[in-house]
């Protein structure tokens, strides 16, 4: 229970109706969850504005409601704040509501197109590997320390990252790290929040469905920097075109890794092999459980932010040889008769490229590479042709099949997809809707020795087909060839 005095000290009201304080029980921005004592934030969204539900709040017992917009009718003892931006006014008060968590935590965020998770995830392990406690916000799961809580979003919402977060710190939890995902800083989930530190990983086409344009969605990710303050570090990839841009108008301390000989926290790859790469960070050589320049570039962003948290060099270092890699990142299988099954979460044009460039740079030129790719419905369309085109230009054998569809019909993803397969290349592509049969035609007509790309889900665990979510796991189906063989 808090005063609503207390949870909207410092915010900027534009018309306040009554002036009465009152105790909250919850702050809410769901009309389906409120109840007596709550406030209610209404907000604009992409399907509905949450204003049209103020009736329904109030008659369910709500004190307070927040809104940008003063609803016509209301009874004279509810509290009506008009705000200019109820998103931002909800993230304020969510911080308050939970007594500011993030002021007592080192809190690091990541953003970037692709690598986020990873970098996160293995900030996450290297702390909790060097004996301290820490917190994780991810696409695939969130811990507080080590129990695991099942994540719904990459970054969840403003209340339910406060209130998490409050649980870490009570936990003793000494870290936190999470991703920044685009649309959280649209929708300002992460506003409130005092963050330690906040790194880049990079950006590249995704996501145009919602931002519109790219200059947009780079807006969106620098918006990150722009709001760190002057006690926090800004860490940049320097290889990335746009890492120098996202870091122009930060207050924070600037910093950047390269694996170009530049920056502050510089890298080398001296060899690649499946198992891992030999890399030289800072001029240490370290062996490391991972393949791909831009899986080197995540680890110099895990080291330099380690170093800027204050833990020592050489500690990181040894830190860094430890960790495995995450969940659907790069994951291997390998059949009794030498096939080898990769298992990653590559669903944009970038990441295809990178991981079939990492797969052809440590792969012998008699072992064929057979990629399965499908592209997620509803999201952006523009992606779908560029994806293919990546996965067809790099492998010897393609076979497009479905993500998941969501509302979407699997046919038209896949036939937007071969859009971007030139005529001559056509013949290498094959196409199976049924996403199980792709994967084990794949798993079949490989041969010892082959490689099979799995990419798109990673460790998603589902199929989401028409609203419903099927159990589906990538790597239970290789297994389950593999095993028959
Ligand atoms: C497009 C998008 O990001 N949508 C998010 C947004 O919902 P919305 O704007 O569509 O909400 P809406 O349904 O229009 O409703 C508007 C308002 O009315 C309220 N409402 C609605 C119905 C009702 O009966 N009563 C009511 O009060 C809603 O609670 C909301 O406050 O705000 C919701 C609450 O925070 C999110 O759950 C929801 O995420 C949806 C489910 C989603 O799929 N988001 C994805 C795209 C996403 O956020 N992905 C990123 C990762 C992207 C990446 O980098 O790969 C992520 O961080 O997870
Ligand atoms: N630094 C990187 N640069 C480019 N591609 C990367 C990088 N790190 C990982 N990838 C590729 O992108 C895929 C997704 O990686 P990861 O899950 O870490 O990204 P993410 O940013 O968290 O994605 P999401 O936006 O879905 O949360 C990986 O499976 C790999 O193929
Ligand atoms: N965070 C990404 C994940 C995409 C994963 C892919 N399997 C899909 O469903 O499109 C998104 O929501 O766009
Ligand atoms: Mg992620």
């Known amino acids: 229970m808090k005063k609503l005095s207390d949870i909207i000290k410092g915010i900027t009201v534009v018309e306040r109706i009554n002036d009465n304080d009152c105790e909250v029980e919850q702050i809410v921005f769901d009309s389906r969850k409120a109840a007596r004592n709550n406030v209610f934030v209404a907000m604009p969204g992409t399907v509905v504005d949450g204003h049209q539900f ?10 307070c409601v927040v809104c940008e917009v003063v609803p016509v009718d209301y009874p004279d003892d509810v509290v009506i704040l008009k705000v200019d931006d109820a998103s931002l006014v909800l993230g304020q008060m969510a911080a308050a509501f939970y007594n500011h968590p993030s002021q007592k935590i080192q809190l690091v965020g990541v953003t970037g197109t692709n690598g986020k998770t990873t970098t996160a995830t293995l900030l996450y392990h290297l702390v909790m590997n060097m004996g301290y406690k820490a917190g994780l916000f991810s696409t695939v799961a969130n811990y507080i320390g080590k129990t695991k809580i099942d994540a719904t979003h990459t970054t969840p919402d403003a209340l339910t990252l406060n209130k998490t ?3 870490m710190v009570e936990a003793g939890c000494e870290y936190c790290f999470m991703e920044v995902s685009s649309h959280a800083l649209v929708q300002n989930r992460v506003a409130g929040l005092d963050f330690k530190g906040g ?8 996501h145009l469905d919602y931002h519109k344009t790219f200059k947009a969605y780079i807006d969106a990710k620098k918006s990150f920097f722009d709001g760190l303050s002057k006690s926090s570090f800004a860490l940049t990839n320097g290889d990335d075109k746009n890492g120098q841009i996202m870091l122009q108008n930060t207050k924070a301390e600037k910093y950047s890794y390269s694996l170009r000989g530049m920056g502050d926290f510089r890298g080398r790859i001296i060899e690649s092999m499946f198992e891992g790469m030999q890399l030289d960070i800072d001029g240490q050589e370290i062996w490391t459980q991972f393949v791909g320049d831009f899986n080197a570039q995540n680890l110099l962003n895990v080291y330099g932010a380690a170093c800027l948290l204050g833990f020592e060099k ?3 270092q040894v830190a860094l040889s430890q960790l495995k890699p995450v969940d659907g990142r790069f994951e291997t299988i390998r059949s009794a008769s030498g096939k080898t099954a990769i298992v990653d979460y590559a669903h944009t044009p970038d990441a295809l490229k990178n991981v079939v460039e990492t797969i052809n740079l440590v792969r012998q030129a008699k072992q064929q590479l057979i990629t399965v790719v499908g592209a997620g419905g509803d999201r952006d369309p523009l992606k779908r042709p560029e994806m293919a085109r990546e996965a067809v230009s790099g492998s010897s054998k393609v076979i497009l099949t479905s993500d998941n569809p969501r509302s979407e019909d699997p046919e038209v993803i896949i036939s937007q997809m071969m859009e971007g397969v030139s ?6 592509v094959l196409s199976i809707v049924n996403r199980r049969e792709a994967i084990r035609t794949a798993c079949m007509v490989a041969g010892p020795g082959d490689i099979i790309l799995i990419a798109g889900k990673g460790h998603e665990t589902y199929q989401e087909i028409k609203g419903v979510r099927n159990h589906f796991d990538d790597r239970e189906i290789v297994n389950e060839v593999f095993n028959e063989e």
């Open 199 to 206: 790194l880049f990983t990079n950006i590249t086409h995704d």
């Open 165 to 167: 977060m409050a649980e």
């Open 54 to 63: 103020i009736p329904q709040v109030i008659e369910a017992g709500c004190r």
């Open 423 to 428: 005529f001559k290349e056509r013949i290498k």
């Open 314 to 316: 050489q500690d990181v």
